[in-house]
């Protein structure tokens, strides 16, 4: 299908867009359903232990198309496929009435996961019209909030133990008894993303959860790294959005294909996306021992 060629407003490739099988998921799921204790805490609480600028092609945004009923969930429908049989799928972190989280099967960032909105009124529609609903809205803001709060206990457990933020915590929760109040540690959710992209390549509506590091091995492209560096990437907390908000136009504001900026330090590597690859992976080492 052409809709499923990477197009030139795609913040993914055509590797992305049809693949089949998720890369880097073996099945196991250190993200742990909200409702239960962080593997972390169960772990350290034992005993042991602008201006818009033109271009002559502007592109506002992909259309998302109408999909017939009983369409394939192939190419750009692929998430359809998670959201239909959620239980069949190890990247599925956790699922209710309304929503499915999963693992991005491509990851920008050392955790990525997405949301995906249930209510079939509004899952195919683009997410600057879906969340003109100010009820729709409230409750995706509200669920995204839960998710964050889930990868914030996941970068605490992957990295507190580097975090020197953490080391007072950490001492003290190896006491016998510990503390009532712990030392509160790094605000790991202050190190979370959360947004949607302005130009969504996917045809189901999503939301991007992720750590801010971008660092991984999916990040191949300046396109990747600049689709979550930049406007591109509109902050939940950002909507309602305004009718004349610049973002709402990415092709014209030509987002990704801006220079790339260094997300920590704002070093700008213009086009050198090798030089920013090494440059990001200094900063990973750095960001999580802070």
């Known amino acids: 299908m052409a809709d499923d060629k990477e197009l030139p407003e795609d913040a993914i490739t055509n590797e992305e867009i049809n693949a089949t099988v998720l890369p880097g998921h073996s099945g196991e799921k250190p993200l742990a359903d909200p409702k239960k204790r962080n593997a972390f805490t169960e772990l350290m609480s034992s005993p042991q232990k602008p201006k818009i600028k033109p271009t002559p092609k502007a592109i506002s945004h992909r259309p998302i198309p109408t999909l017939p009923p009983n369409a394939p969930f192939t190419g750009r429908n692929g998430l359809g496929a998670y959201m239909a049989s959620p239980a069949k799928f190890p990247a599925v972190i956790y699922h209710n009435e309304d929503f499915v989280a999963i693992y991005d099967g491509f990851p920008k960032s050392s955790v990525h996961v997405l949301l995906l909105p249930l209510n079939p009124e509004k899952t195919l529609l683009h997410p600057f019209e879906a969340f003109e609903d100010p009820k729709f809205l409230a409750l995706v803001k509200a669920e995204v909030k839960k998710l ?67 660092h991984s091995s999916c990040l191949k492209h300046k396109k990747h790294y600049n689709s979550f560096a930049t406007p591109f990437l509109i902050d939940m907390e950002d909507f309602p959005l305004d009718p004349e908000d610049v973002r709402r136009h990415p092709g014209r504001q030509g987002y990704l294909n801006s220079d790339l900026v260094c997300w920590r330090c704002r070093q700008n590597f213009k086009a050198n996306f090798a030089g920013l690859k090494q440059h990001l992976a200094q900063e990973f080492e750095q960001w999580k021992r802070e």
């Open 148 to 214: 964050q709060i889930l990868v914030a206990s996941e970068l605490r457990r992957l990295y507190g133990k580097h975090s020197a933020s953490e080391q007072a915590r950490i001492e003290a929760m190896k006491t016998d008894p510990p503390p009532e109040v712990l030392p509160p540690g790094r605000d790991w959710e202050k190190q979370v993303l959360t947004g949607i992209h302005s130009g969504p390549s996917m045809n189901h509506l999503h939301i991007h959860v992720l750590s801010v590091d971008r």
